[in-house]
């Protein structure tokens, strides 16, 4: 098992805590109907996902 060998200091700690922080969600448009949705999802309001319709919609 690895040991340290030096302390490591504040700045090179907070570094790397920072590079992990969240940064709140991420959002895109829907190519069909322009409503914001999630990425790599299907679009609730229209129900299409890479043009095909995955989700029937009853309006």
Not at 6 to 29: D, F, H, L, M, W
Request: hydrophobic share 25%; glycine share 6%; charged share 30%.
């Amino acid at each position: 098992m690895a040991v340290q060998q030096r302390k490591v200091s504040k700045t090179k700690c907070r570094q790397r805590k920072a590079a992990n922080r969240y940064k709140g969600i991420q959002t895109v448009s829907c190519p069909k109907c322009g409503e914001i949705k999630l990425p790599h999802c299907a679009c609730k309001s229209c129900g299409f996902y890479k043009d095909k319709q995955v989700i029937s919609i009853d309006s």
